[in-house]
């Protein structure tokens, strides 16, 4: 008991810097594999841009299925929109600069976030999952048919963006494009770390454990829920815009159900509602699909999906959240 | 004193089953009630219709003089009408802490900022200290919710409820399933209630009744068959047929 009341009165104190110092080494540790993988794949960077964009993507699921519990396999129509956004700004209105591709990515995600969220919103369980479905069908549909903008099944190329600040332009070799991909990423990140601590980052951690007593506490669950969407849509619309800055095309691939469903899968894979899971998910599924096709192109649809129930199975919590606890009892047992 | 709660002639019926009929209560800042009658009295009923969870048939809640019959449930948690829940209703992967920050930024508008720590607020961790302390739960304020006793997750129900800084309390059973041996602590929590704020306590539990309040108000079939003291309560004939025989019965027994 005398043991107990000491560590608790102990924990006040030292927990905010306790946090600040965690994410601090969070995000070094990220730079780190993103250095690493830098100096071991020179000649795969677009391989790790295309990972970054997709973790954007991720992470802003985990940040409405993870925090607030939401069900979604549509979540690419946040992404696409961005991609498209910037896309489109790039192409007809000229605007290639990197930095405002992707403020109007953020903002082309923000808007579809609202649009869905407004939809999926009206829905719980199964009927909100198939409405994410209709939605992202719908976006899907209309890029197709909006092609004198979006280049229909074709896609939208010609996308060419400036040099960043006018200094570091987009090189054959994709260094500059995975440079930028980075520092998007790390400071995303860390804006999400310091969203999820937030008062509203607790909120919505409240409403996915209970919403009625959310609402008991006299707060607006669906306005609350409907927010966290945009933010959502302005983080997956940050990675659209990432994609089409790197790759230079934007195809209806980027809006599809299918990219929904993977991103998900990534998720479940790393482990929800830490943001580190979804990092961790991407880069393995990701990582995985790649070495696996590569070695074995006939069978490595199969194998991932082997991997995917081994993991799901023995690993419930996903590969960031089992490891967590795995450390959690090892701490526990040595005390 | 000016009332800070009115039931005016609430009715509600499901299909052709009267559940609530023409039921009016008027409490005062202060007021210690509590509302008992056997199962299927229609208790949950007239909470959900105060609360704004169903809307009567007819009738009026006015609270601190204002009509809130046609606003929801959460406009009326706003405006000073906080109820505890009869199963906790907690978020397991909190700590205690962490549940009353969020009611004290909830109730001063401050949820929905998206940067910031609540640590960092003096004045809401002032005010968590000092719930925490007033309930005896500060040695535990650090804990996962889903790790600490059943006691004192009750016990942080009522400091949620007290986070919001109500005008009008309703306690749905605060003691259901405590422990006897925890029932003094969830009791002196009771007994420390603001002596401005007016409580309405549903409860079963009939030694706790006695207790808490000045005023029992018995349901049974949806009317109000007695509103009157303790003392009076048990020698009320329609009580004792509807509700209390079987009690009165065990007591005198014993």
Request: net charge neutral; glycine share 10%; proline share 4%.
């Amino acid at each position: 008991m005398a043991a107990v009341e000491q560590s608790s009165v102990a924990t006040p104190a030292a927990a905010r810097p306790n946090w600040l110092v965690r994410d601090l080494i969070g995000l070094a540790v990220i730079l780190a594999i993103a250095a690493i993988g830098y100096f071991l794949f020179p000649n795969n960077l677009a391989l790790l841009t295309r990972i970054l964009a997709i973790a954007l993507l991720v992470l802003s699921i985990d940040l409405v299925t993870g925090f607030c519990g939401i069900a979604t396999l549509g979540h690419a129509a946040l992404f696409g929109a961005g991609a498209y956004a910037a896309g489109i700004a790039a192409v007809h209105w000229g605007i290639t600069d990197p930095l405002l591709m992707v403020v109007i990515g953020a903002a082309g995600g923000a808007v579809a976030g609202l649009i869905s969220g407004a939809v999926i919103l009206r829905g719980h369980g199964l009927a909100q999952l198939v409405l994410s479905i209709a939605v992202v069908n719908l976006f899907h549909e209309a890029a197709n048919k909006a092609s004198a903008y979006t280049g229909g099944s074709d896609g939208l190329s010609g996308i060419a963006p400036d040099p960043i600040f006018g200094m570091f332009a987009f090189d054959l070799w994709g260094r500059t494009a995975y440079g930028f991909a980075v520092v998007l990423l790390a400071v995303v990140f860390i804006l999400l770390r310091l969203l999820t601590r937030s008062p509203f980052g607790m909120l919505c951690r409240g409403i996915k454990e209970d919403p009625i007593r959310v609402r008991a506490m006299g707060a607006s669950v669906h306005g609350t829920l409907l927010k966290m969407y945009v933010i959502s849509g302005l983080v997956a619309g940050v990675g659209g815009a990432l994609n089409a800055i790197s790759t230079q095309v934007v195809g209806l691939d980027s809006l599809s159900f299918t990219l929904s469903a993977e991103s998900l899968v990534m998720l479940v894979l790393g482990g929800t509602g830490s943001l580190y899971g979804a990092l961790v998910g991407t880069v393995s599924f990701m990582w995985f699909e790649d070495f696996v096709s590569a070695a074995n192109p006939f069978h490595w649809l199969t194998i991932v999906g082997a991997l995917l129930i081994v993991v799901v199975l023995f690993a419930p919590r996903g590969l960031y959240g089992s490891a967590l606890a795995l450390v959690d009892r090892f701490r526990g047992s040595g005390k | 004193m000016s009332a800070v709660f009115q039931v005016q002639n609430l009715r509600k019926a499901f299909g052709g089953l009267a559940v609530t009929q023409d039921v009016s209560i008027t409490m005062n800042p202060g007021d210690r009630v509590a509302l008992i009658g056997p199962n299927g009295a229609g208790k949950t009923t007239f909470v959900n219709l105060v609360t704004g969870h169903l809307v009567p048939d007819s009738g009026k809640v006015i609270l601190a003089g204002n009509d809130v019959t046609s606003i929801g449930p959460t406009p009326r948690v706003r405006q000073g009408l906080v109820r505890s829940f009869q199963v906790t209703r907690l978020f397991p992967d909190m700590t205690p802490e962490e549940h009353l920050a969020l009611a004290v930024m909830q109730r001063s508008g401050r949820t929905g900022a998206i940067f910031g720590h609540y640590q960092a607020k003096a004045d809401v961790m002032a005010e968590v200290g000092e719930l925490l302390a007033a309930l005896g739960l500060d040695h535990i304020a650090t804990r996962k919710v889903a790790e600490i006793a059943y006691g004192q997750q009750r016990l942080l129900e009522i400091a949620l409820a007290l986070a919001l800084k109500p005008k009008v309390l309703l306690l749905d059973e605060p003691a259901a399933g405590v422990p006897q041996s925890d029932t003094p602590r969830i009791e002196a929590a009771l007994a420390g209630l603001p002596s401005d704020l007016a409580v309405l306590m549903i409860e079963h539990d009939m030694d706790l009744v006695f207790r808490f309040a000045k005023r029992v108000i018995v349901l049974a079939a949806g009317a109000i068959i007695f509103d009157g003291s303790p003392e009076d309560v048990t020698k009320d004939a329609r009580v004792r047929e509807a509700y209390l025989g079987s009690y009165a019965n065990d007591r005198s027994a014993a």
